[in-house]
């Protein structure tokens, strides 16, 4: 059951086949085996249990809510929840309880979605392994799975097999690492530069960022407001669709959010991409890519091409300039939005009380990582007055630039841009740490994260497995606003390559859900 | 909440729970009480004559002062600027914050609207350019009562730029001129009000109350065209009295909903702006005056003893009665000024750009807001001139009373008495009576509807003036009472009966056959004597006018 999609296990709890409290039960379990992922922060079970009891009787009674009323999900933990401890991996708000709840997180649970916990992450959303958060790092799920664990044992290797665990990406890579473990049916991310796609291209799993503006801040504890949006991670693109639907719309606690309604939607089947006109940017073919990676995305451009669309190269010349931009901008913006972390009004307060500003330096020092305190000295000598005109207005100008290569390639005729989502696969932790978490950001970013300078929507879909057995995703980048065209090209380009179900056999001790699993496997891109 | 002790704070002030404004930063008001004891302790104004020259000294040049002024006033609205909590001045500490006051994570700032219409309604009236695109910053430093460690204000590109405000000083005495002077404005903005710090030296603690933080404030820029303390003032209670008829902000200083920061250097005519000051906190218009003038005299003395100005920023000491520099601002504040990414441009219209078929509710016209402005306070002036025919200083002296103006034209509404003699019963007995009591005009036991109805009662005689005054002080102590009551009560109105009258003035005429002489002998002072003598045989019920006429009738050859 745990192995289904959020769309069938809604058909399950519509028919009865199961009931929310069972299911519920089921991923509570599943969470406790899988603890040493550590992919959740806070699970909270007595509100899951108690959350799942109130959909089983909506059910009972005829009146489920829809199609999450009973489903388990999870929240990244930089998403204020009523009630539930909300620490965004960070000493500085630990034992910090929020409340409210984030937009996002209140529409889910008036949907009747059951909330499993909050998802661990890099402190305060910085980073790309999932590795540099207070309560240490997510392991993924694929480092267990039997896929990996074969291709391993060919090759020999005299490292410690609990030390050969892999990175999950990040920084959403507790949502990633719950969804591929089968914890979930669909979880929050966030992503202000790649931090949802990149943990699902690692996991395996599909990571939504929406369009700028279609999905409320109001509740998400800001990286960089202006590129924060909350992402969908889920097991394939039907699922990110619903949960977008749910999601979609203007708040009015979020001045950035689009005026226009947003109706629910049911993502069509697309069966003709012969109309279509996917664009590859040159620029992408980065010489970092791993031979893999770009194989695979050269046959993702021959499916499409095969299948009668319109595939051309395409040009977006400033890309090269998106990760110095991006670093001025987010060390900027950062250094604002973690003012407020003085430890007067919530979250950690040191003992020093000598003065106000003793009290401050320490509280900060404390509560901080050195990856969030680098970004917040950066950021501040950025907008000092002297420098500002060089590198904060530099920024922004070169931000624009970098939107207006994407305008010009839609405006064009290219429906979406189709890239790698990362270099290569899952790096085993002891390899990811041998780099500072900054150049790390730099090289993992380096795809998703002029989607984030331009408001657009991007999607990253698994693809395939690695020769190490190790998933693969690719990235498929649409017109501002145009999320549902994307997801369903995306839908479409998922259902041809037909991703490997993670076999967690070992884990999971479900002999049924995984024997369903292994039917579906299948893998169409062949090496 | 509460902080360790801020360590600055060490101002030597005396006072156990002390409360300190934040100083240096953005015109935080000081706390009530200290303001008000301040304004009612002190009673000397500092009217001192305009600038300059100042006992200069043989060969040298004379001084000019420059006075610029930046003025933040608390917008009147129901809620905060960027949240839905309301807005109450002393209510219970920390009793009016919402989650995003108290900058919890995640929160973000939705403009109000109200604030919006009244940031354009005051730049209207200040004959500002209402910028059709204006945009919001972050002003970045920390303090315990500045929960975000930014305040969201409006650095860049301001709601309203390029006004102008026209205000008058009187100039010498009777009979004085009236001259209008205009200061420039260089930009209103919109920006967020900070939470109050009161320190307790005792606990060696700092208590924070964000009540106040996220108010709305405008911050009026005034370019430097004053050169002394009264006519900064001048400009300042023009400028509230604007904001006052607007109801765009109560701009009660005692309140904190108006603080004045002054701007000030002097120079020598026809050479470059010397080096300037920047006093803090002006927060009664009486001080503002006087602090303004000790600072150009302690230039000037400065100057001439051959020492420098330095930039700094200082504050008043109304006990010493000058200014003193403030030790919170010594190293140089870098502000470090960010685009606010919460908020998209503010967009205003006119009727013209309005986009067609756009929502009222969210769309703001500024046509729409041109034309509800009520009157201004120098339109008032003129209209009661014209239609009264007061004096210009009579004018003034009726707005300068919160609810003055209303009383008077009610009185007039229901007396048939001349506007002058209204004029001269409000601003003399009545508001006499007020200050003598220190009673606002709607604290006044005596209603509109009884002054018009006591003027009436004089206007026809049926009293004589000095009776109308026993009646004005018996209205003021016995409420209820109308005038003709207390009159008929007291006996008060004036003989109408010729034959006593005639009769009381032969009696006195009998009674003293010496002043009779005295006046047939042509002493013109004589007669009044008589007039006082019938007066007092009447218990002043007679009318002097009356009395004149009948004793000269009997005393003519």
């Known amino acids: ?527 | 909440m509460a902080a360790p002790m801020l360590r600055w704070w060490c101002l030597g002030r005396r006072w156990l729970l002390a409360c300190i404004d934040g100083g240096s930063r953005h015109g935080r008001g000081a706390a009530i009480g200290f303001t008000s004891s301040r304004k009612r302790g002190q009673t000397s104004v500092a009217q001192q004559p305009l600038i300059t020259s100042q006992k200069s000294r043989k060969g040298e040049h004379e001084w000019a002062a420059v006075v610029g002024l930046e003025i933040h006033a608390q917008i009147s609205s129901n809620s905060k600027l960027f949240s839905g909590s309301r807005v109450h001045f002393a209510a219970p500490p920390n009793s009016l914050v919402s989650f995003f006051d108290a900058s919890l994570p995640g929160t973000l700032p939705v403009l109000n609207r109200r604030c919006v219409e009244a940031a354009v309604m005051t730049g209207l009236a200040l004959n500002c350019c209402i910028n059709k695109k204006s945009l919001f910053d972050r002003k970045h430093y920390f303090y315990a009562d500045l929960p975000a460690g930014y305040q969201i204000t409006q650095q860049r590109l301001p709601i309203a730029v390029n006004g102008s405000l026209a205000y008058s000083v009187c100039v010498g005495k009777k009979p004085s001129r009236v001259i209008t002077k205009t200061v420039r404005i260089k930009q209103i903005q919109l920006e967020q009000d900070s939470g109050k710090s009161l320190h307790d030296e005792l606990r060696s603690q700092t208590l924070i109350d964000l009540n106040r933080a996220g108010v709305g404030l405008l911050e009026v820029v005034l370019e430097p065209d004053m050169s002394c303390g009264e006519e900064a003032a001048t400009a300042v209670r023009e400028l509230q009295l604007i904001l006052q008829a607007l109801g765009t902000s109560r701009a009660n200083m005692a309140e904190g909903q108006l603080r004045v920061d002054a701007n000030v250097s002097v120079h020598h005519p026809g050479e470059p702006l010397g080096v300037r000051t920047e006093v803090k906190n002006l927060n009664s218009a009486k001080f503002l005056a006087k602090a303004i003038d000790s600072e150009i005299e302690r230039q000037i003395h400065e100057l001439e003893n051959g020492r420098e100005i330095l930039n700094e920023t200082r504050s008043f000491d109304y006990k010493l009665g000058c200014t003193m520099p403030m030790r919170d601002k010594e190293g140089k504040q870098d502000y470090r000024f960010m685009p606010e990414p919460n908020l998209p441009p503010l967009l205003l219209y006119d009727t013209e750009s309005l986009p067609p078929g756009a929502d009222p509710q969210q769309v703001i016209n500024i046509d729409w807001i041109r034309e509800q402005l009520p009157e201004l306070p120098s339109e008032t002036r003129e209209r009661l001139i014209q239609q009264y025919g007061i004096l210009p200083e009579h004018s003034f002296a009726l707005l300068n009373e919160v609810g003055l103006l209303e009383f008077f034209q009610n009185v007039i509404k229901e007396t048939r008495a001349e506007p002058k003699k209204v004029t001269s019963w409000v601003l003399n007995i009545f508001l006499g009576f007020l200050k003598q009591q220190n009673l606002a005009v709607n604290e006044s036991p005596v209603t509109p509807s009884a002054l018009a109805e006591l003027l009436n009662l004089l206007d026809r005689k049926a009293i004589s003036s000095t009776a109308a005054k026993q009646v004005f002080e018996e209205l003021w102590r016995s409420e209820g009472k109308t005038p003709s009551q207390i009159v008929s009560e007291k006996q008060l109105e004036l003989m109408q009966d010729q034959e006593a009258l005639e009769q009381a003035c032969h009696t006195v005429m009998e009674g003293h056959p010496q002043v009779v002489m005295d006046v047939k002998r042509g002493n013109p002072r004589a007669i009044n004597k008589l007039i006082g003598l019938v007066r007092k045989a009447t218990l002043s019920r007679a009318d002097p006018t009356a009395i004149k006429e009948i004793l000269e009738r009997k005393l003519s050859p």
């Not at chain 1, 992919?39 to 909506?58: G, M, N």
């Not at chain 1, 665990?165 to 949502?175: A, V």
């Open chain 1, 1 to 527: 059951m745990l192995g289904r999609t959020l769309r069938e296990v809604s058909a399950a709890l519509k028919q009865g086949q199961i009931t929310p409290t069972e299911l519920c039960q089921k991923c509570l379990s599943l969470i406790k085996k899988t603890k040493f992922l550590n992919a959740y922060i806070t699970v909270s079970e007595e509100v899951a249990l108690k959350q799942a009891e109130e959909s089983e009787k909506r059910y009972k009674k005829g009146r489920s809510l829809g199609d999450l009323d009973g489903i388990p999900i999870a929240v990244k933990d930089n998403f204020s929840t009523s009630g539930i401890e909300t620490t965004c991996a960070s000493n500085m708000l630990k034992g910090y309880v929020p409340p409210y709840n984030a937009t996002v997180v209140q529409k889910l649970l008036d949907q009747g979605a059951v909330l499993m916990g909050k998802t661990n992450l890099d402190e305060f959303a910085m980073g790309s392994g999932s590795t540099d958060g207070a309560f240490g790092p997510v392991k993924n799920p694929w480092s267990y799975s039997k896929q990996y664990r074969e291709k391993r044992k060919q090759k020999p290797h005299g490292e410690n097999e609990d030390s050969d665990w892999l990175i999950t990406g990040g920084s959403s890579g507790g949502s990633a690492a719950a969804v591929a473990a089968f914890t979930c049916f669909a979880a929050l991310g966030s992503d202000t530069g790649g931090s949802t796609r990149n943990p699902a291209a690692h996991c395996g799993v599909v990571g939504f960022k929406p369009s700028y503006g279609l999905v409320s801040r109001h509740g998400l504890i800001p990286l960089v407001n202006s590129m924060d949006v909350p992402g969908i991670l889920t097991r394939c693109v039907d699922d990110a669709a619903i949960v977008l639907g749910m999601l979609a719309g203007h708040d009015p606690k979020d001045s950035t959010t689009i005026q226009d309604p947003v109706k629910p939607f049911t993502l069509p089947t697309l069966t003709d991409v012969s109309e279509l006109c996917i664009g590859i940017p040159k620029e992408y073919l980065a010489p970092e890519l791993s031979c893999e990676v770009r194989s695979f995305w050269s046959k993702a451009a021959n499916l499409f091409e095969s299948e009668g669309a319109k595939v051309i190269e395409v040009s977006l010349p400033h890309t090269s300039y998106s990760i110095v931009c991006y670093h001025v901008l987010c060390t900027s913006e950062v250094a604002s939005n973690m003012a407020r972390f003085d430890g007067l009004e919530y979250g950690h307060r040191c003992d020093i009380n000598v003065s106000t500003e003793a009290m401050y330096a320490a509280t900060r020092r404390e509560g901080f990582n050195d990856v969030v305190r680098g970004r917040i000295l950066a950021g501040n000598f950025f907008l000092l007055k002297e420098n500002y005109e060089n590198y904060f207005i530099k920024a922004q100008k070169v931000r624009r630039l970098i939107a207006n290569d994407f305008v010009k390639v839609f405006n064009s005729g290219v429906d979406v841009l189709l890239t790698p989502t990362t270099l290569q696969e899952a790096a085993p932790y002891l390899e990811f740490i041998k780099e500072d978490n900054r150049t790390r950001s730099a090289q993992d970013d380096i795809f998703t994260q002029a989607v984030n300078m331009a408001g657009l929507p991007a999607v990253s879909v698994p693809v395939a497995l690695s020769n190490q057995g190790l998933p693969i995703g690719l990235q498929f980048i649409g017109r501002a606003f145009c999320d549902q065209q994307l997801l369903k090209i995306a839908k479409w380009f998922e259902k041809q390559v037909q991703f490997p179900v993670i076999q967690l056999q070992e884990l999971m001790n479900d002999g049924s859900s995984v024997s369903e699993i292994e039917k579906l496997a299948s893998v169409s891109l062949k090496h």
